[in-house]
């Protein structure tokens, strides 16, 4: 499968702290992206970061890429109560197949 | 449409019926995806359409899926003969092209599938 991994699959902190997910995948790829989804319904996107990018920022998310270590994490800072949801990654592989492909997803609780 | 609707939003079927599940992408959208979500669990890829050919099906579990896309534009997934374990939400996604450099996808609020 080329699904990717998510770690943790659960995180719970305080409001205010950061919150920090992993994502690693097996393929080489063209972009990855980052998901939110509230409730077990439909899914948001959050922010894409390229292949030739290593930081992206977006409000209060920040996300990194390391494409030599297949991975990449999504900080989430000054966390609020509505930031409770399941996170997942994505991409689509640089061999033809312009499949896009889920994590298995981390799911956030926030502390009020 | 102002974005992706599925119909119907929820469908409880007995075992051994056919169901159809219904996406209306976003007008223009070119790329469409169906996937398969359990309860808790992470997003399984089914098909994706470019479209209306399917470049990939190797997400559909058995013969008894199928979909389809008309007009570049609706898709109906197709599940014959359901059995339990196809309960599951089921969610569609639009693109508007798969550039490779600006892939966000929209998603529908899902179809929860419930089988009995």
């Known amino acids: 499968s080329q699904q990717g991994e998510e770690d943790p699959q659960a995180l719970s902190i305080q409001e205010g702290e950061n919150a920090t997910m992993n994502c690693s995948y097996k393929?080489?790829?063209?972009?990855l992206q980052w998901y939110r989804q509230n409730s077990g319904r439909g899914l948001v996107h959050l922010i894409l970061?390229?292949?030739?990018?290593r930081e992206k920022h977006s409000g209060r998310l920040r996300v990194t890429l390391d494409t030599s270590k297949k991975s990449s994490s999504l900080l989430i800072t000054a966390s609020r109560a509505a930031d409770t949801a399941s996170y997942f990654c994505?991409?689509?592989?640089?061999?033809?197949?312009?499949?896009?492909?889920f994590g298995t997803g981390t799911r956030l609780t926030i502390i009020p | 449409g102002a974005g992706v609707s599925q119909s119907p939003s929820n469908k409880v079927t007995e075992k051994g019926k056919d169901v159809e599940l219904r996406c209306d992408p976003i007008?223009?959208?070119?790329?469409l995806y169906w996937y398969r979500q359990s309860l808790g669990q992470g997003l399984e890829f089914l098909i994706y359409?470019?479209?209306?050919?399917?470049?990939?099906k190797s997400g559909l579990p058995s013969d008894r899926f199928s979909a389809e896309r008309t007009g570049g534009s609706v898709s109906t997934l197709t599940i014959q003969r359901t059995q339990q374990e196809d309960s599951a939400v089921y969610l569609c996604?639009?693109?508007?092209?798969?550039?490779?450099?600006?892939?966000?996808?929209?998603f529908g609020q899902g179809t929860r599938l419930t089988v009995v």
């Open positions: 996604a639009s693109s508007l092209v798969w550039t490779r450099t600006n892939t966000e996808a929209f």
């Open positions: 393929t080489s790829i063209n972009n």
């Open positions: 970061i390229r292949s030739n990018e």
């Open positions: 994505a991409h689509i592989s640089n061999f033809g197949n312009e499949k896009l492909t």
């Open positions: 007008s223009g959208h070119t790329a």
């Open positions: 359409f470019q479209g209306n050919s399917a470049p990939d």
